[in-house]
């Protein structure tokens, strides 16, 4: 019987890395868990304006360095910086720490799954449509240049009485691959029928192994 995965942990050490890079044992595990989380929704409460995909939190003896993937890098640092200055006093607050705050810019937003999944609930909380909001998330994605690209929203799409599931999808998107560059995105749409999530899956082509050139090995007898 199959299993769902997610695509992101399901290619760990492979061709992705983690997005929390730190190491704790026991309560202090939980603790850092606890306070990862609420560094995430801080992040995202405050910067919901700037389209932030993901947030890497590295872990040092005496520094917290945050890293923020955005489509609109200036909206996180605001002007003459004053933005990012607040952010970390947030940071260094919260954990007690110096805080680093690195900037990351999403030079395509059109091809982030994540962003594609938060620009879908976001018209379906304006009553748009939602085949109308996924075809065009699908066409501006193949324009930007992926692969291919996979969408589905579950829940009682235009108001109707049971719940289901729809599903659209354009190109290759190869889910059970190590090596497919799989990037995956879910969000949820508050509307007066109750939560609608949204699921999209982009794929950007195939990372392989570096090739190890092989060398003549001689064994004396």
Excluded at 39 to 64: S, T, W
Aim: glycine share 10%; no cysteine.
């Amino acid at each position: 019987m199959g299993r769902k995965v997610h695509p992101v942990g399901f290619r760990l050490k492979a061709i992705r890395d983690w997005n929390a890079r730190w190491y704790a044992e026991g309560g202090r595990y939980r603790d850092l868990l606890q306070e990862d989380i609420a560094i995430r929704r801080m992040v995202k409460q405050d910067l919901g304006a700037a389209g932030v995909a993901r947030v890497e939190i590295e872990r040092f003896p005496n520094q917290v360095q945050v890293t923020i993937h955005t489509a609109r890098p200036g909206i996180v640092i605001g002007r003459k910086g004053a933005a990012v200055k607040d952010l970390r006093q947030k940071l260094k607050d919260m954990t007690g720490k110096t805080a680093r705050v690195e900037v990351e810019e999403i030079t395509q937003p059109d091809a982030n799954a994540q962003l594609i999944a938060e620009n879908i609930t976001g018209q379906l909380e304006r009553r748009i449509s939602h085949s109308r909001a996924m075809k065009r998330a699908v066409l501006q994605a193949m324009r930007a240049g992926v692969k291919g690209i996979r969408i589905e929203a579950s829940g009682r799409l235009s108001g109707s009485e049971m719940a289901r599931n729809e599903k659209l999808w354009e190109g290759r998107v190869p889910r059970n691959m190590i090596r497919a560059d799989l990037d995956y995105g879910f969000a949820e749409a508050l509307t007066t029928y109750g939560r609608i999530g949204v699921k999209v899956w982009v794929f950007n082509g195939e990372i392989l192994p570096k090739r190890v050139e092989a060398t003549d090995v001689y064994i004396s007898e």
